[in-house]
């Protein structure tokens, strides 16, 4: 018998070190970063010792005989990926721990509270004597994890609880509330600490770039999914449920999300963590079908095959895909695509049930118009099989990709959307600067991406420190409490965060949920103020 990782799997490989028979791949090396979406465990090599259960933060690993039905499957494609990598033993030298430093030789800023500004932090606050000041423009941490992954996932989100010791050690100080910018300029910071990482993420989305973009009606996913988180920013949004149909251009794990959340039940999603204005305007929508649009062939599909495979055991919802989209075979050099092939095949060839709602997914149609006289009355597509036909729907989704803002005081890549650098060191910027996460790399990835990445930045950091480059004087800890004091700011500490926290969590419990949300600012603030 062996253990099974599944679904759930964000890559955050703390069950690799963990593993006494080392059996657990791909095995990335600091700052290298695999292909493969998930990990997994070699069956016959796994001693069932349950080290990886007990490790994993979001509930991925399962022992084979316990796993529900619905993830049975992972027992397959787990055992498939060694059949064509055959465990080799992990010659990656291991890191070697740093030697503290003296006290106040090194404080460095974090701007961001996502996972990669969290293991960036995780990864500096290991060395004794580092001092961390960790800034977020919102009154809440945790980025995307709380503002970005479906509310569904509630696993997925649990992966915060590996930080916690993190926020607890003194030598780290919140400052949740503070944007930097707006109430403390790049140099400010500079000025009071000896290096600055950005991990701030990509905010924006992009274009389809097509007649009739502008239209009321179509907008982007991300500002979908921060309206269903209860994101400050997206929470007095409003969408038309009006409609019998959505479309949806893209097919990532984002798509996905989306299309499940607007045809779940409402009892599915009350036990979750939903914002409560969504649960309550998706009570009374009307959309049966979601029509998720892909330029590319199935081979190419962005969603994971985690997030794919999960799609078939959702309650009466089926999944359609034209037999005619699919390739003629379902082997492909990479495990991961072989796998999504043939459960595709499998949605093309069931059975629908007459009254349930549907995902319908299309491969090979670019979007060519967004079709309205006033707003959004339907997408034309294009495809070479179909040519040009007509998607009536008043409700477009676009979720082909984020970029990252500009930076007050750093350089930017208008191209990819991100701040210019190398490994993480900030191209043409002040010394001391640097970049981790999408901001750096793009939007790809894991959440467990993010570990690696911020490797490889805190290296260069390290690198810098050991060359002197970081060396010089820096104003005191007092006189950044008392710029702040002086703009205003009203900064929410981690105490602040644990009593949101608890009362969002409170409110939950007396409805049966994990927790009912804040929405706005001003909520938030009050619910972390002392007393």
Request: proline letters at 5%.
């Amino acid at each position: 018998m062996a253990y099974v990782i599944t679904q759930n799997c964000c890559k955050d490989a703390s069950c690799v070190p963990v593993c006494p028979v080392d059996c657990i791949r791909p095995a990335d090396g600091s700052g290298e970063f695999s292909g493969s979406e998930m990990l997994y465990i070699d069956p016959e090599s796994c001693i069932d010792c349950g080290a990886c259960f007990e490790e994993c933060p979001v509930g991925a690993i399962h022992y084979e005989e316990d796993l529900p039905d619905e993830l049975r499957r992972f027992k397959d494609l787990n055992a498939e990926y060694f059949e064509r990598h055959p465990l080799q033993p992990d010659t990656t030298p291991a890191r070697a721990s740093r030697p503290g430093i003296a006290a106040g030789a090194l404080r460095v800023a974090i701007v961001g509270s996502g996972p990669a500004a969290c293991y960036a932090a995780a990864e500096l606050i290991e060395v004794d004597g580092v001092e961390i000041n960790l800034f977020e423009r919102l009154p809440t941490p945790f980025g995307l994890i709380r503002a970005g992954v479906a509310p569904d996932h509630q696993h997925t989100k649990s992966v915060v609880g590996i930080f916690d010791r993190m926020f607890t050690n003194p030598r780290f100080t919140c400052h949740f509330n503070v944007e930097i910018g707006r109430d403390v300029s790049h140099d400010e910071l500079l000025a009071h600490h000896h290096a600055v990482i950005y991990a701030v993420g990509a905010a924006d989305s992009r274009r389809l770039g097509i007649p009739g973009e502008e239209l009321a009606g179509n907008h982007p996913a991300a500002d979908f999914v921060g309206w269903y988180n209860g994101h400050p920013d997206h929470a007095g949004h409003t969408f038309d449920l009006s409609t019998e149909r959505a479309v949806i251009v893209g097919n990532g794990n984002v798509a996905l999300d989306v299309a499940r959340v607007l045809l779940m039940s409402r009892d599915a999603l009350a036990a979750t963590d939903i914002a409560e204005h969504t649960l309550e305007a998706l009570a009374d929508s009307a959309i049966d079908e979601v029509v998720v649009i892909a330029r590319r062939g199935i081979r190419d599909a962005a969603f994971s095959v985690g997030e794919f495979a999960a799609l078939g055991h959702l309650d009466g919802i089926d999944v359609v895909i034209d037999p005619a989209d699919l390739p003629d075979t379902d082997e492909d050099d990479d495990v991961e695509t072989s796998f999504k092939l043939r459960v595709a095949r499998e949605y093309a060839h069931r059975e629908h049930v007459a009254g349930n709602k549907r995902i319908v997914l299309r491969f090979d149609t670019s979007p060519v118009a967004v079709v309205g006289e006033h707003r959004a009355e339907g997408l034309e597509v294009r495809s070479d099989r179909y040519g040009t036909d007509l998607i009536e729907t008043s409700l477009i989704l676009r979720s082909i990709g984020y970029r990252g803002q500009p930076i007050d005081g750093l350089p930017y890549d208008e191209r990819t959307g991100t701040v210019p650098n190398d490994a993480g060191r900030v191209i043409d910027g002040a010394a001391g600067t640097y970049v981790t996460g999408w901001i750096k790399r793009g939007p790809r990835g894991v959440i467990g991406t993010n570990r690696l990445c911020a490797e490889q930045t805190v290296a260069q950091l390290w690198a810098d420190f050991d060359a002197g480059v970081l060396a010089r004087e820096i104003n005191d800890s007092e006189s950044l409490t008392a710029l702040l004091t002086r703009r205003g700011c009203e900064a929410v500490g981690w105490s602040g965060w644990r009593a949101i926290d608890a009362a969002e969590r409170s409110r939950g419990e007396q409805e049966a949920r994990p927790r009912i949300k804040f929405v706005t600012i001003d909520e938030l603030l009050t619910a972390g103020r002392p007393g």
